[in-house]
């Protein structure tokens, strides 16, 4: 038999999900901006953002209504708990979108720097780390959840490689310095999405374990017992 609290929290997971295909759209579109060098997109991942900004306090609300008329415990308590993290998370992401969209948009040498360092190879990593975690969510599939460590493991070490072949470049050229560095703010944030990624992952194998994975690495992750 349906409870009253199951109406209201399928509207939040219905929220939650429209949140998170607004964000990956805002992503991939500030990833292409970079990649094709047309500056056209800044708009709409702005607009896009207060589509977020909106979402993200409509999300807040239900949350505390759901806590203050139900009295959730277990599983439920969880969900609402962690469903404030990832919507904490989901916000920044495009908040990071509308920032390297920005910055984006004020590039003009990037094909030399970016045929020099692995940032298809970052983009790539990127997509993928929100689509896990975002299916991870959908699915309450802790095993992509877990997965995503593996992954944000092999953003940093390719974000890295990346920032080093920048500092060679810059010795190299001095007269890309300025670019290089709005190139390498980019990286940065790119990089802090795959950790916002990898925090949705972590919020959703709470709520489907009840064990936390907080301070945790790959090698610990992989060594917990399948649920």
Known sequence: MERPID?????????????????????DKAIEEIVSGKNTVVNEIEIADRRVDKF??????????IIALNQ????????????????????????????????ADELKLQDKILSNIKFEKIAGEIKHMLKL???????????????????????DRLVDFSQNKLVEIMK????????????NSILEELERI??????????????????????????????????
């Not at 990898?198 to 399948?226: M, Q």
């Open 72 to 103: 959730p415990v277990a599983v439920d308590l969880r969900l609402l708990l962690s469903a404030m993290k990832i919507n904490i998370n989901l916000e920044r992401i495009g908040d990071l979108a509308v920032n390297i969209s920005r910055t």
């Open 7 to 27: 109406i209201h929290i399928e509207k939040l997971k219905t929220r939650l999900i429209k949140m998170c295909s607004l964000v990956d759209d805002q992503v």
């Open 194 to 227: 795959g950790d916002h990624a990898t925090n949705i992952g972590k919020e959703v194998y709470f709520i489907v374990s009840s064990k936390s994975l907080k301070h945790l690495d790959s090698d610990d992750i992989n060594s917990l017992d399948d649920i």
């Open 56 to 65: 993200d306090l409509k999300i807040d609300r239900i949350i505390h209504r």
């Open 133 to 155: 975690a975002f299916d991870s969510f959908i699915n309450n599939d802790t095993d992509l959840a877990k997965n995503l460590f593996v992954h944000e493991e092999n953003l």
């Open 172 to 183: 190299e050229d001095p007269a890309i310095i300025d670019e290089a560095m709005k190139i």
